[in-house]
């Protein structure tokens, strides 16, 4: 019990301070990421907090595998270290003792995972979505903001206001850009009302000028005017033709056949496969020379988690591309991971060599 309760209790405090400093980081990236779309005008900035939440909250599942694998390798390679793993050692602890209460310790954090990626990720994304899509396809007149320029919903027109406006429908020095497949035009007028005619919202402009340029032919038209009329937005906000792939929930994924569909549902499924090898792995890698940098078995532990998840992504990319299945990817990469992990353990718990199988003597066991 003394054996189990030490390293669980030092497990969680490695994980938890792990958990803190990866939070941090990844919330002040998502922050300055989710501020340059806010000016880019992808995102409502009214809603960066909540888009810049709903974000972490979808990249939980890999913070706490990489929180799990590098809290694991901290902990035992301090014990060897401080020559702690040699007491246990000597006490009739071998290193396969230390595998059940890794996983007794990690079997709450592997189910999280299981959770946030199968569950949760699915809906962040769906929410980030929906709150992207309302604010891209919001009317014109919404778009506007006094003393700013704003592009149009469509892209086609850009828009300008004094900061000085009497009310909400109406404006004075307005200035608007349209660019159409056959011209362009740059029409300012001294002031705007907004009215509705027809059932249709319309910007009536007063007393300005209209420069029109076709793109087929050379010459400029123009024009000035006392009164003059365009339509802005009216139109009802049309729902999304194609739902995003990763907003998908996990149960339409598992219900289809289509290769797009099972890529996305592998790496899912395949987040909580990592969790699980990444114990074991953690466990098989720890081994440290005392003499050695302190750092170098955290450098390997995350060079293992860039290329396990970068293969993930590959392996998604080629099941969505028909190139390969779900089933035999997920064999190939978790499953040939666990036996590599496994087969490492094994080495490192009965103090197994390439010299010594070589030279074909007895290989040494340790106290188990």
């Given at each position: 019990?003394?054996?189990?309760?030490?390293?669980?209790?030092?497990?969680?405090r490695?994980?938890?301070?792990?958990?803190?400093?990866?939070?941090?980081?990844?919330?002040?990236?998502?922050?300055?990421?989710?501020?340059?779309?806010?000016?880019r005008?992808?995102?409502?900035p009214?809603?960066?907090?909540?888009?810049?939440?709903?974000?972490?909250?979808?990249?939980?599942p890999t913070i706490?595998?990489?929180?799990?694998?590098?809290?694991?390798?901290?902990?035992l390679?301090?014990?060897?270290?401080?020559?702690?793993?040699?007491?246990?050692?000597?006490?009739g602890?071998?290193?396969m003792?230390?595998l059940?209460?890794l996983?007794r310790?990690a079997?709450?954090?592997?189910?999280a995972?299981?959770?946030l990626?199968?569950?949760?990720w699915p809906?962040?994304?769906?929410?980030?979505q929906?709150?992207?899509?309302?604010?891209?396809?919001?009317s014109?007149?919404?778009?506007?903001?006094?003393?700013q320029?704003?592009?149009?919903?469509?892209?086609s027109?850009?828009?300008?206001?004094?900061?000085d406006?009497?009310?909400?429908?109406?404006?004075?020095?307005?200035?608007?850009a349209?660019?159409?497949?056959?011209?362009?035009?740059?029409?300012?007028a001294?002031s705007?009302?907004?009215?509705?005619?027809h059932?249709?919202?319309m910007?009536?402009?007063?007393?300005?000028?209209?420069?029109?340029?076709?793109?087929?032919?050379?010459?400029?038209?123009v024009?000035?005017?006392?009164?003059?009329?365009?339509?802005?937005?009216?139109?009802?906000?049309?729902?999304?033709?194609?739902?995003?792939?990763?907003t998908?929930?996990?149960?339409?994924?598992?219900?289809?056949d289509?290769?797009?569909?099972?890529?996305?549902?592998?790496?899912?499924?395949?987040?909580?496969?990592?969790?699980?090898?990444f114990?074991?792995?953690?466990?098989?890698?720890?081994?440290?020379?005392?003499?050695?940098?302190?750092?170098s078995?955290?450098?390997?532990?995350?060079?293992?988690?860039?290329?396990?998840?970068?293969?993930?992504?590959?392996?998604?990319?080629?099941?969505?591309?028909?190139?390969?299945?779900?089933?035999p990817?997920?064999?190939?990469?978790?499953?040939?991971?666990?036996?590599?992990?496994?087969l490492?353990?094994?080495a490192?718990?009965?103090?197994?060599?390439?010299?010594?199988?070589?030279?074909?003597?007895?290989?040494?066991r340790s106290?188990?």
């Amino acid at each position: 019990m003394l054996f189990d309760s030490s390293i669980r209790k030092e497990l969680a405090r490695s994980f938890g301070a792990t958990l803190v400093v990866l939070v941090t980081i990844v919330m002040t990236m998502m922050l300055i990421r989710t501020l340059g779309q806010a000016s880019r005008g992808r995102v409502d900035p009214s809603d960066v907090l909540l888009v810049m939440g709903y974000t972490v909250l979808g990249q939980l599942p890999t913070i706490l595998s990489l929180c799990l694998f590098v809290a694991i390798v901290a902990v035992l390679s301090r014990m060897y270290r401080d020559s702690e793993m040699v007491i246990w050692f000597a006490s009739g602890r071998g290193l396969m003792n230390l595998l059940p209460p890794l996983l007794r310790f990690a079997w709450p954090v592997m189910l999280a995972i299981a959770a946030l990626s199968l569950v949760v990720w699915p809906w962040a994304n769906t929410q980030i979505q929906e709150l992207r899509t309302q604010y891209e396809q919001r009317s014109d007149v919404d778009r506007i903001a006094p003393g700013q320029f704003q592009e149009s919903a469509n892209g086609s027109r850009v828009f300008f206001i004094d900061r000085d406006s009497p009310d909400a429908t109406s404006a004075s020095n307005v200035f608007v850009a349209t660019n159409e497949p056959s011209r362009e035009t740059v029409t300012s007028a001294e002031s705007a009302k907004l009215e509705v005619r027809h059932g249709e919202r319309m910007a009536v402009l007063f007393n300005g000028q209209r420069l029109e340029m076709p793109l087929d032919k050379p010459g400029l038209r123009v024009s000035e005017f006392r009164e003059y009329g365009t339509r802005v937005g009216g139109s009802k906000i049309a729902g999304m033709d194609e739902v995003a792939l990763k907003t998908r929930n996990t149960l339409d994924l598992m219900q289809s056949d289509d290769a797009s569909f099972r890529g996305e549902l592998g790496w899912r499924v395949g987040l909580a496969f990592a969790a699980l090898n990444f114990v074991v792995l953690g466990l098989a890698v720890a081994v440290v020379n005392p003499r050695a940098g302190r750092s170098s078995s955290l450098a390997f532990a995350l060079f293992a988690f860039v290329v396990y998840y970068n293969l993930m992504t590959v392996g998604q990319s080629w099941v969505a591309a028909g190139r390969m299945g779900m089933g035999p990817f997920m064999i190939l990469l978790h499953g040939g991971t666990l036996l590599f992990a496994l087969l490492l353990l094994v080495a490192r718990h009965n103090q197994w060599s390439l010299r010594t199988l070589l030279a074909g003597g007895a290989p040494r066991r340790s106290a188990a």
